[in-house]
C-alpha cells in the first residue's frame, strides 16, 4: 500500500514537471496558423475578417470576461457604430424579417461571391415560433418577445440596438455585431425588429 502511494506520488510530481516545461502561449499561436492557412484560399474581403478590432482583441485578452473599466470602453465604443433608420422608423416588415431570420446565406465560402442578400442566421442560435422544429439554443428563445415587453417603445430600440451591435448591451457576448459589421444592412434590422416586436408576428402568436 506505502509503495503504490509512493508510486502514484512520483507520477504526479512527473506529470507536473512536464506540465510545468510545456512552453506557454503555444496553442493560440498554433491555433492562429492552422486558421489563417485554411482561409489562405478566400476573398481578400474575407481574410481581413481574421484581424481582431480593438473589442476583439481586448475580449481575447480578458477570455471575454473583461474588468468593469475595459467592459465599460467597450460598451461606449460598440454603442457608437449604431447607425438609426434615417427616417426615424424602427420597425419593417415582419414578413421579410422572418425569411431573414430562417436564412443563413452570406457566412459561407460558397457564397462569396454574393448571389443572394444575407440572412441574419437568427434560427441558428434562437427559437423565434412555437411551431418551429429545429432551431440552436447557444442565445434565448425569442419566442413571445415583444409580447413579454407589452410591445413597449423603448424596447423597440433596445432590440434595434441589440441585433445591429449587441456588445453595445453585453460586452464580449456570442451575438455577431451584425449591423457594426455591415453583414446587414439598416433595412433588414427593421424588418428583423419587426419580426420580433409586432403583434402580427408568428413570434408573437
Ligand atoms: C451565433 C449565435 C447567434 C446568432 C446567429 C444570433 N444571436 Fe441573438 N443572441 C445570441 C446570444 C448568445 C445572446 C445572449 C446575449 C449575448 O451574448 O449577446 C443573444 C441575444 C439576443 C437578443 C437579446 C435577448 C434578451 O435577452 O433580451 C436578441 C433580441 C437577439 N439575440 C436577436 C437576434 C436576431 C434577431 C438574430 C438574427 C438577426 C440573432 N439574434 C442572431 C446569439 C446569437
Redesign the pocket.
Known amino acids: 500500500m506505502k509503495r503504490l502511494f509512493a508510486i502514484a506520488a512520483a507520477v504526479v510530481v512527473i506529470a507536473a514537471g512536464i506540465y510545468l516545461a510545456l512552453p506557454r502561449g503555444q496553442g493560440a499561436a498554433s491555433a492562429d496558423a492552422a486558421i489563417k492557412s485554411s482561409w489562405a484560399t478566400a476573398a481578400p474581403e474575407w481574410q481581413a475578417r481574421l484581424l481582431q478590432d480593438e473589442t476583439q482583441k481586448a475580449c481575447s485578452q480578458y477570455r471575454n470576461v473583461p474588468p468593469k473599466a475595459v467592459a465599460d470602453a467597450i460598451m461606449a465604443r460598440e454603442k457608437a457604430t449604431i447607425v438609426y433608420p434615417a427616417d426615424g422608423k424602427l420597425m419593417g416588415d415582419w414578413k421579410k424579417g422572418e425569411v431573414l431570420?430562417q436564412s443563413g446565406y452570406g457566412g459561407r465560402f460558397t457564397d462569396y461571391p454574393p448571389r443572394a442578400e444575407n440572412g441574419?442566421?437568427?434560427y441558428?442560435?434562437?427559437q423565434l415560433d412555437a411551431k418551429e422544429l429545429s432551431f440552436g439554443t447557444?442565445?434565448?428563445s425569442?419566442f413571445e418577445?415583444g409580447k413579454n415587453r407589452k410591445f413597449a417603445e423603448a424596447e423597440v430600440k433596445a432590440?434595434y440596438e441589440?441585433?445591429y451591435n449587441?456588445q453595445a448591451a453585453?460586452p464580449c457576448?456570442?451575438?455577431?455585431r451584425?449591423g457594426a459589421s455591415k453583414f446587414?444592412s439598416v433595412e433588414q434590422i427593421k424588418d428583423?425588429v419587426a419580426l420580433?416586436m409586432s403583434p402580427e408576428s408568428p413570434v408573437n402568436k
Do not use: D, K, S
Open positions: 431570420a441574419g442566421n437568427c441558428a442560435c434562437h447557444l442565445g434565448p425569442l418577445y432590440v441589440r441585433i449587441p453585453i457576448g456570442n451575438m455577431p451584425l446587414l428583423l420580433l
